[in-house]
């Protein structure tokens, strides 16, 4: 089974809910991934698209964002074959209100996420650049990596996302001077300790970095800390859907890994990685011929 578990039906910053959630919009998504074999689909719109996120956080990116109904997302999504998912953010001390709001709602999962740093600013958005508040990539990697560690132990997703979003800028960004293992030492502490699977990301291939979150090390961490992986595109538009997938197999494969999670309810299972309608020796033929 193949997954694309983080979706967004809205694209960023663009028109109306009641253009995007639509059947007509849902189908496009549902074609391509039927076209790719992708068996499982879901969508984890923005926490930030909607009213009730104002709640958790009144930042001034999100006052301008959420206008949308939670309810009315998850009542159309009940509509569609898709799973219904939310990408929400860590907002520290805001844990109790986050975890109301989550249960408020019959999610099939959470997807958790660390976009910014609390006010220091966002990790992957210029106009709130959080590089604008560190002296240095160390100091920031390192607490990138303690805020992804607190997501983790926090107990309230199922997914943590973009694992290493830190590095989303490639060689536009200064590279930490200490082995990046060193940063993401306390994330894997924690995932050792949690039950939440780790997203392997296409969306990284679509950025500047040009790379699978998360970085091979880190993943190789990952799964010495007995974590399981989920598998996501982060797709904001149908064309995206299962982006960079043949990457994500190889690199499945390099590490040895078999089975991904699927989620309902907010139960998670195994099941062995694989496209829809091909059988696993002529995914081995494709992966020697690739
Ligand atoms: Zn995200
Ligand atoms: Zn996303």
Redesign the pocket.
Known sequence: MLTDY?L?LRPDEVGEAAEYFTQENVDRYLAAAEEQGIEELGV?E?IYRFEEALELWRHPYWLDQAVDELGAYCEFVRTTPLRLGV?MDLIRGAEDRIASLLESHDFDYV?G?VHYLGEKGAVDDRRYDAWESFSDADSLWQEYFEWQAELVRSGLFDIV??PDLIKIWGEDRPAPERDPRFHYEPFAQALAESEIAVEVST?GLRKPVREIYPARALAEMCLEAGAEFALSS?A?APDQVGFGYDNALEFFRDLGVQRICVFEGRQRRLEPIGRTGLDPEELEDRGAEA
């Open positions: 983080h967004h984890s923005h990408e997807v996420s996302s973009h969306a982060d904001h």
